[in-house]
């Protein structure tokens, strides 16, 4: 009897939880003005940057993208890092919660879920356009996988990711929140696994000394927990502003101890930030150029204003002031956040190359730095990312109305 | 670390003549011992004593992993900068406008006593531990096992250009005619495999540069150079820890 209550009360939920779907898609047909405005906005710069991406590969990415020779990568790969580092950040916020078991994280978990989801997935459509032969990939990852690459586990563990986030936020939908536990346990281990080799992508090429050594994962999954947490302060804020609804207290105590989780995180990444530099002036005379080029060089502005003004030390100020309730105030910090952290990703990866392998061979050739700047076809893919993510937490919110189902 | 630090004394003093001759002398071993710790991967235990492993020639030659071991000694000094072995290159393996598997780089230093300019040839040192391979997500790129030349399946490459990120020595491409990344194969499909000795750099040097050849053959002239007490020989990049199979020296 017990057991058949259990299974009707289960089959209740599964339906009430597709039928607040389907008054979900109704309700996504009914908006204000900003709020259409938003997503034709967002939808066309998304569809631009689709053009844009298929127009490089048709006219050739040499020709299309800034990137050459000595400096291959460019800010699509810095922008994929930015969006993969956000969900894998996203997905370990938001598990503190509910595959934890710490219930002040609960009313964040969902939303989290589901924008940890299009993050990733922003991260593969700007990706795309930058690997020259993604459908080769998706043949020879499989048939001629290469286990020392950590380019290969990188992508086979994110793979595996999006499987257990996607799985795990339909069960949430479906109110079975044991199932959804068991595979956001899964997804962090599989984000942490892949997030880490993301790092060593860069910290195993032996031939860079910027980013060569075990600094690199480390330093990726901390700043995964940074930018997970500015990203769901900023976008549960910014959810609340597009429903014109007042927090409640226990959503409050959720942005709360979430900038807290923020506070700490900067603070890390800043003693982590302050060792690169110590320890790096150690070390040879192309690791030294690198980092001058961001304390004094033309990366000086990057650095200074926008990684540590913008990405952390306001915020971290303003977080310490707002003592977790000024919304206004942990809103804007995690806004910041945001913008900031894009540029620490654009930094990583574009002045880790810029010292030509060259240099300390005193050459004629390469006795300068080399320079990079994105193209106009790149800065469109980026913004249509971008794009995709705004357009997707539109639609989710009145799809999933607010996210809100409480999970126990 | 003592090879890092024999590295850099090779890079900087160069001119032996300074030198008191007991400390040149002792200086050319270290060098022996740096070339070893390159030269075949596998051979760093034979090399540790310099002494020992030069007791037996045999048992040193052994150690080299591939058979043939292709290899490469550029003699610096040798080189005029005209450039043929660039357009050699260019047109044995149909090499695109915008790209190059083998450049010649120049170094000025104003204050030497005699030519005031060096040119230094580069091109992929087909290294045993090369971080491309070791990147390279769908084994595109992989190291021959017959012959330890670092070669590309095009078909395989995906275009991530991890391989080109992480080359110490910038040796590799973007090949928009083929859609993969492109390299110096020590001419291996258009020439050594058909029967040809020589890499087409090799063969169009004027000046004997580029002297190519098996280096775990007792009998031939990149053994004999590399394993030469009288000769200073280097790698490029050692701090990489590539362990490259292109040696450079003077003379």
Redesign the interface.
Same mark, same amino acid.
């Given at each position: 009897m017990a057991e058949n209550a259990t299974k009707t009360a289960e089959a209740t939920a599964i339906a009430g939880g597709w039928a607040g779907v389907r008054i979900g898609v109704l309700q996504a047909l009914h908006g204000t003005k900003g709020y259409y405005a938003a997503l034709i906005i967002s939808g066309m710069l998304f569809l631009a940057a689709v053009a844009a991406g298929l127009h490089a590969k048709y006219i050739g990415t040499m020709h299309a993208y800034g990137a050459s020779r000595e400096v291959p990568w460019g800010i699509l790969i810095s922008t994929y890092v930015f969006f993969v580092v956000t969900s894998t950040g996203l997905c370990l916020v938001s598990s503190i919660g509910h595959v934890f078991g710490v219930k002040d994280f609960m009313p964040i978990a969902k939303r989290s879920v589901f924008l940890s989801i299009m993050t990733i997935v922003a991260g593969f459509f700007v990706i795309a356009f930058e690997i020259e032969n993604p459908f080769r990939m998706a043949i020879y990852n499989v048939i001629s996988p290469n286990l020392t690459s950590n380019i290969w586990w990188m992508g086979t563990l994110y793979g595996a990711y999006l499987f257990f986030m996607a799985v795990e936020f339909t069960f949430l939908v479906l109110n079975k929140p044991r199932i959804a536990t068991a595979m956001g346990f899964m997804g962090v281990v599989s984000g942490i696994a892949a997030h880490s080799n993301l790092g060593a992508v860069f910290g195993m090429l032996h031939g860079r000394e910027f980013w060569y050594g075990p600094y690199m994962p480390i330093y990726f999954i901390a700043s995964a927990m940074m930018s997970g947490a500015a990203t769901i302060i900023f976008f549960t804020w910014l959810a609340y502003k597009t429903n014109g609804e007042r927090m409640d207290a226990t959503m409050m105590r959720a942005l709360n101890v979430t900038t807290k989780v923020g506070i700490l995180l900067i603070c890390t990444i800043l003693f982590f930030t302050a060792w690169k530099f110590i320890a790096g002036f150690v070390g040879g005379e192309a690791k030294s150029a690198a980092l001058e080029l961001l304390l004094t060089g033309s990366y000086a502005f990057n650095f200074w204003v926008l990684e540590m003004a913008l990405g952390m030390v306001i915020p971290l100020a303003l977080f310490v002031l707002s003592r977790g309730q000024n919304l206004k105030l942990i809103a804007a910090a995690s806004a910041m956040m945001i913008f900031g952290i894009f540029f620490m990703r654009y930094d990583l990866v574009i002045v880790g190359q810029l010292v030509p392998v060259y240099y300390e061979l005193g050459v004629n050739d390469y006795a300068q730095l080399l320079s990079y700047a994105p193209s106009a076809h790149e800065i469109v893919i980026v913004l249509g990312g971008l794009a995709f993510v705004g357009l997707t937490f539109l639609l989710g919110e009145k799809i999933f109305s607010g996210h809100k189902s409480e999970i126990h | 670390m003592i090879p890092n630090r024999i590295k850099t004394e090779g890079l900087k003093k160069e001119d032996l003549k300074i030198v008191p001759d007991i400390e040149r002398r002792q200086f050319l071993k270290m060098g022996l011992l740096i070339t070893g710790v390159f030269a075949g991967g596998s051979i760093l235990s034979a090399t540790s004593i310099v002494n020992k492993a030069f007791a037996s020639v045999r048992e040193f030659a052994e150690k080299y992993p591939y058979k043939p071991h292709y290899s490469m000694v550029v003699h610096q000094d040798r080189c005029i900068d005209c450039e043929l072995c660039m357009t050699a290159c260019v047109k044995t393996n149909n090499v695109p406008t915008?790209?190059y598997r083998t450049?010649i780089?120049?170094?000025?230093d104003p204050k030497a006593a005699d030519r005031k300019r060096e040119f230094?040839p580069?091109l992929c040192n087909q290294c045993n531990t090369p971080?491309c391979?070791?990147? =390279?997500?769908?084994?595109?790129t992989y190291k021959n096992h017959s012959n330890g030349i670092v070669m590309m399946e095009s078909?395989? =490459?995906?275009?991530?250009?991890?391989c080109?990120?992480? =080359?110490?020595?910038?040796a590799?491409?973007?090949n928009?005619e083929i859609?993969?990344v492109d390299k110096c194969d020590f001419c291996f499909s258009s020439r050594l495999s058909k029967g040809e000795k020589l890499t087409a750099c090799a063969e169009a040097c004027p000046a004997k540069v580029r002297i190519f050849g098996d280096l775990s053959d007792t009998a031939s002239d990149v053994y004999n150079t590399v394993h030469n007490l009288e000769k200073t020989v280097w790698v490029?990049?050692a701090?990489?820890?590539?362990k490259p199979n292109v040696f450079y020296t003077k003379g």
């Open positions: - | 915008y790209g450049k780089l120049e170094r000025d230094i580069v971080p391979v070791l990147g =390279c997500p769908t084994k595109a078909k395989k =490459c995906i275009g991530c250009k991890t080109m990120a992480a =080359c110490p020595y910038n590799r491409y973007f928009e859609g993969a490029l990049r701090e990489a820890g590539a």
